[in-house]
């Protein structure tokens, strides 16, 4: 398996993106060894004298007064692992949990840690060579680090747990020995640095910048294709408007609007003579809400991007000495979080509204009712319709802040928290509605431009109903349509549609 070489602080958004999309394996550059092995020195010194260091020999949160003799280090860092394995609920994906550990080791690599690089290259080994804890995704608040689900994936490398392997769940231990890796016992910290940091939250949400950036571009597409459908303006499209507004995603889903447009011949078909002065907002004001949503997304990602090369856990050994801080603390993923719920939300709202706009007779510029050639003995896309309503309102509540839900735990230490782990989470499920709302409009739109038979649209999208087409064929009598809403989905999610249409999109770095 290919290996990426990252730089520790200074790794790029689109790195992390390829280890998302492509599950790349990962290790450290072998530069950031040296400031390690001096934090993990200073920590075993710590653990050898008589002063309290938090986490080193004293226990954790409300019992951190309690100090801990010497001989007894290895078994607190191992009782502090399995008494923090208590997340519930559905194992995450695998591709997530990849990403996590590969947060974990950017956070190890700044060298205030004071892990033993032997853990660092068991990570690494693990990730090479497919060991994947297994790691529930309920339980996590967002501060003192993602501490249940970071415990869970430490769990496996202390030979605890479960992890999957070649497709199979294994305990802890055996799946090591499987890829002939062997478990390590803690030493002073170490666990503690495992569960302290954001990296599950973190991971969640980069994943939701990543799918929703892809929907984002499909959505301009998608909705040109609805904009030839119902014969709207291109003029709304014209670069000096938005150039007198200056936004950046404003300015690039109009450029990519334009580009995808190009050599219409339903548009050029009614520039003259077109009774309507104006179309709805849902087209006329495609870039201006979907370029917001791209700016917003793009702010996450920025935020994102530093979280992924911090170091997050707490004590941080620094060059004075080994200071507790908060950085484990997710806020600034929680405010990202729900920045990206926001931005996938409106995308969706907007989509679904031109989806109502071509289903509907009286607004559709002459598209039969339902986008059925039969009309009454036919319903056509009218539920598709409704099924768009009711993904839009879910994402609508999903999209209520979550950083502002804070509650006290752990005897009051833990007073103030982010709930970034869950207010992340979300986002996969958001976009994925999201991609069925798109998938419904990319129906509505093929079939509406195939109405406008003998115009034709532009070449991009010609290609774009292509692709469609070689799956799902035109609704010419009412059919099972959940398979099409699937298959459409799948089209969007999948980034078939973004490959077909042949033109740039804009990128989120």
């Not at 690039?252 to 309507?276: F, P, Q």
């Not at 532009?458 to 064929?473: T, W």
């Amino acid at each position: 398996m290919t290996s990426l070489i990252l730089q520790p602080g200074q790794v790029s958004l689109a790195q992390l993106a390829e280890i998302y999309w492509d599950q790349t394996a990962v290790s450290l550059d072998s530069d950031c060894k040296p400031a390690v092995d001096a934090a993990a020195q200073r920590i075993q010194a710590a653990a050898r004298g008589d002063d309290p260091v938090y986490g080193v020999n004293t226990g954790f949160g409300k019992l951190a007064s309690l100090k801990i003799a010497p001989q007894d280090t290895s078994t607190l860092q191992r009782n502090l692992i399995l008494s923090h394995c208590c997340g519930v609920g559905p194992a995450i994906p695998q591709r997530l949990t990849r990403l996590m550990m590969t947060l974990k080791l950017l956070s190890f690599g700044r060298g205030a840690s004071g892990v033993r690089w032997e853990l660092i290259e068991l990570l690494q080994q693990m990730l090479a060579r497919g060991v994947t804890p297994v790691i529930p995704a309920q339980g996590s608040v967002g501060a003192s680090g993602d501490l249940a689900p970071l415990a869970h994936m430490t769990a496996v490398i202390i030979g605890a747990g479960e992890a999957e392997v070649n497709g199979t769940v294994l305990p802890g231990a055996e799946a090591l020995k499987t890829v002939d890796l062997e478990p390590i016992q803690l030493g002073p910290k170490e666990g503690l640095a495992f569960i302290n940091g954001t990296q599950f939250s973190t991971a969640f949400a980069l994943a939701g910048v990543f799918e929703a950036w892809r929907a984002a571009q499909s959505a301009l597409v998608v909705s040109a294709l609805s904009t030839d459908a119902i014969m709207g303006s291109t003029a709304p499209l014209r670069p000096e408007i938005h150039t007198l507004r200056g936004h950046r995603g404003q300015t690039e889903a109009a450029s990519a609007m334009r580009a995808v447009l190009d050599g219409s011949e339903i548009r050029e078909s009614h520039r003259e003579g077109d009774t309507r002065v104006q179309d709805p907002y849902c087209i006329r004001c495609q870039p201006q809400v979907t370029g917001a949503a791209m700016d917003v997304l793009r702010q996450a990602a920025a935020t994102l991007e530093v979280e992924a090369n911090a170091a997050t856990d707490n004590p941080l050994v620094l060059a004075d000495g080994i200071v507790s801080g908060g950085n484990f603390h997710a806020e600034p993923v929680g405010f990202a979080a729900d920045m990206i719920a926001l931005a996938v939300s409106e995308i969706g709202a907007i989509a679904q509204r031109r989806i109502a706009l071509m289903v509907d007779p009286t607004l559709s510029f002459d598209l039969p009712p339902f986008l059925t050639p039969d009309p009454g003995l036919n319903s056509g896309l009218m539920i598709a319709e409704v099924t768009t309503a009711a993904l839009m309102s879910e994402n609508k509540h999903l999209a209520n802040p979550c950083v502002t839900d804070s509650t006290p735990t752990s005897a009051n230490q833990e007073d103030h928290v982010s709930m970034a782990a869950h207010g992340a989470r979300r986002l996969i499920r958001m976009v994925e509605n999201l991609n069925y709302i798109l998938g419904v409009e990319l129906l509505c739109a093929s079939q509406g431009v195939e109405f406008r038979a003998p115009l034709v649209t532009s070449g991009p999208l010609k290609q774009v109903i292509a692709r469609l087409r070689a799956d799902i064929p035109a609704l010419t009598e009412d059919r099972y349509l959940a398979p099409d809403l699937e298959t459409a989905k799948q089209l969007v999610a999948g980034a078939s549609i973004l490959r077909a249409v042949g033109t740039p999109m804009p990128e989120v770095v």
